[in-house]
């Protein structure tokens, strides 16, 4: 049974930063894909950051991109997000998610499990 559990979710202020860990078993985790969404109250969930288990290459939402970065340990079978310069925008639920592949990477929909998410929440 595959079970991923988020942390790291908190308070911070807008310009601070928050570092949010993955921790994924039941699974061979080094290859699978490994993406975070994040869902705001009254929107939809949507693609935040995923990295690629055979190369490690990463890709971005353009409203993260150079403010977040994603890593992975598969020797701990754990992925990261390190989120800096936050905003207020960026208050959300996030949760992180598996899959085989790259394919559809950004539609929520074609991920496999997920975890229970984190609470995210940037004050002004």
């Known amino acids: 049974q595959v079970q991923l559990v988020e942390s790291g979710g908190g308070l911070v202020q807008a310009g601070g930063s928050l570092r949010l860990s993955c921790a994924a078993s039941g699974l061979t985790f080094r290859v699978y894909v490994v993406g975070w969404f994040r869902q705001a109250p009254g929107k939809e969930r949507e693609f935040v950051a995923a990295?690629?288990?055979?190369?490690?290459?990463?890709y971005y939402a353009d409203s993260v991109k150079d403010r977040f970065t994603i890593s992975r340990d598969n020797a701990r079978n754990t992925a990261y997000l390190q989120m800096n310069s936050l905003k207020p925008e960026d208050t959300a639920v996030y949760s992180c998610?598996?899959?085989?592949?790259?394919?559809?990477?950004?539609?929520?929909?074609?991920?496999?499990?997920w975890g229970q998410g984190t609470q995210v929440t940037v004050s002004s």
């Open positions: 998610a598996t899959k085989r592949d790259l394919s559809d990477r950004y539609y929520y929909r074609r991920w496999e499990d």
């Open positions: 990295i690629n288990w055979s190369d490690d290459r990463t």
